[in-house]
């Protein structure tokens, strides 16, 4: 069974510094690229960072310098390390995984499976 379960949302103050989760099945994980994307209130959604299988890992103008997105091989998880959180970061985040090994240009049509989603709201 493929899931992917994203958590650590919530409401945190300009700044700050949370960590989102995303716990992939293990069929799923290995050899995958898989990737953090947001979706902001009357906006599109907008890929904001992928690693690959190689642990390669690449980032949105956006939020390069700010987030990280560490592989934790062990957990089959993905964690968004966020810092320095500004407004305009205020999206729903969705955990995303493209089944080949290798991120390509990371455009959400290339994500094969998607999380539920989990809040972020920057005030």
């Known amino acids: 069974h493929v899931q992917l379960v994203e958590s650590g949302g919530g409401s945190v103050q300009a700044g700050g510094s949370p960590r989102l989760s995303c716990v992939a099945s293990?069929?799923?994980?290995?050899?995958?690229?898989v990737g953090w994307l947001r979706q902001a209130p009357g906006k599109e959604r907008e890929g904001v960072a992928a690693i690959d299988s190689d642990g390669i890992a690449s980032y949105a103008d956006s939020v390069k310098g700010r987030f990280t997105v560490p592989r934790d091989n062990a957990n089959n998880t993905v964690n968004l390390m966020m810092n320095s959180l500004k407004p305009e970061d205020t999206a729903m985040y969705y955990c995303a995984a493209d089944v080949s090994p290798s991120c390509g240009t990371w455009a959400i049509a290339e994500f094969d499976f998607w999380g539920q989603g989990t809040q972020v709201t920057v005030s």
């Open positions: 293990r069929s799923l994980y290995s050899g995958a690229c």
